[in-house]
């Protein structure tokens, strides 16, 4: 008899053992479950966090139409602010926030409003621009970004002149040039630069044009040349550095 109560007890006591594992398993299981969801709500919030708290009635209209266009040291950027009264400016931010600048809205009919600005002074690198309409009583929209690679220096030194095939000076005193076809379809025109017996003299070649003849060359002058590109989307042309490529003697 007492093996008997000995056998029964150990059976429960390994029974309620065995249950209680299982019960952790579960509870660990649904903890795991529970933060993976948690997680994940987290990130949708991340992504704009602001947005669901404040509400989406408390946002101004996004900005529409976002271009920008690149230059020599500077940038010009378009955009449309969507017919909504409240909005009364926009700020451009970049530099990671630490440069920016404010355009006021100037409306002219109920409409949208077509946008601009041309930023001047900036460094040659990437830039990602971020623009923000905002009114005066603390309101704002939702960012709009676009990004940007602006021209200097640098890329201004990496440009190659037109090449020239051969330079022949006549019996009567001119230069023939033989120009090569062009390298680069950014290749506006190019520009023979020489001090000439009237004076400083500039002959703008055309990108269809295989010959150039100089007259009236000064003994003594220096012919340049010096290539002009306008890249694909750029605000404006860029002139490669002159190039000395014969002496008058």
Known sequence: MKTYLYFMLKKRTSDFSSIKSKTLIISFVTF???????????????????????????????????????????AKLSWEIKADPRITKTV?????????????????????????IELKNLEEKDYIFELIAKNDNGLFSLPK????????????????????????????????????????????????KYEGIEGAQEVKVVNTDTQTILKGLKA??????STAFLPAGALDILNALDEVVYTFL
């Open 145 to 192: 970004q676009t990004a940007v690679s602006v021209f200097g220096d640098v890329y201004i030194k990496n440009l190659r002149n037109r090449t020239i095939a051969s330079i022949t000076r006549q019996q009567n005193g001119d230069l023939t040039i033989v120009w090569n076809p062009i390298a680069s379809s950014s290749i506006s025109y190019t520009t023979l």
């Open 220 to 225: 003594g002058s220096q012919i340049k040349v």
């Open 32 to 74: 795991l479950v529970v933060s993976m969801l948690t997680s994940c709500d987290k990130g949708m919030y991340d992504v704009s966090g602001e947005f669901y708290h404040r509400g989406e009635e408390l946002y101004l209209g996004v900005v529409d139409s976002v271009k920008v266009v690149p230059g020599y040291n500077k």
């Open 92 to 116: 451009i931010y970049w530099n990671k926030r630490k440069d920016s600048t404010v355009v006021n809205v100037v409306r002219e009919s109920n409409g949208r409003t077509p946008m601009e």
